[in-house]
């Protein structure tokens, strides 16, 4: 999924800097490879306990971290009741021809979207907000594989704790 373009998709280079580490560092670095999954709670699909999660398992409501490169395909994901960088507010497809419309189409369907959704979110307009958003959007890669998906993310000016929604800031 992306930021303004994308998910991360593994590298050649990754794994052989993965590999390279594990060698280095002896196999007490698997649990740093391979990191614990975050989880949820059964009944209210919130995230209960800090964890990866991937990016096509986001969901409205779910706090996050580690969203900062250009294309990224996992976050750390976290209970909104501990200290986030990002909260995802709204969720919507593209619709567009079957074939993928292009970073541009997207970037401006994304930008509207969210901007949009944005005041019902938080409770003032994105001109009278300290806050700001983003969003992660989909790739011709990963749109070729079904995903249309937009999940537009709020973002304070510090770390947040709690969700942001209402706060009128």
Not at 46 to 70: K, M, Q, R, T, Y
Request: proline share 4%; aromatic share 8%; net charge negative.
């Amino acid at each position: 999924m992306s930021r303004t373009s994308p998910r991360l998709r593994v590298t050649l280079v990754a794994a052989v800097l993965a590999a390279g580490a594990l060698t280095l560092s002896g196999c007490s670095a698997i649990t740093d490879l391979f990191p614990k999954e975050a989880a949820r709670d059964a009944e209210t699909q919130e995230i209960s306990e800090a964890g990866e999660a991937d990016v096509f398992s986001l969901s409205v409501g779910d706090c996050f971290n580690d969203a900062e490169a250009e294309e990224i395909d996992s976050v750390d994901a976290i209970p909104c009741g501990e200290a986030h960088d990002y909260e995802a507010y709204f969720a919507f497809d593209v619709s567009a021809d079957e074939a993928f419309p292009g970073d541009d189409v997207i970037s401006q369907a994304a930008e509207d979207g969210c901007l949009a959704e944005f005041p019902n979110f938080v409770g003032l307009s994105y001109e009278e907000s300290t806050l700001d958003f983003n969003y992660l959007s989909p790739t011709e890669g990963s749109w070729e594989n079904g995903d249309h998906e937009i999940l537009c993310i709020i973002i304070g000016p510090d770390k947040t704790t709690g969700s942001l929604a209402g706060v009128a800031l």
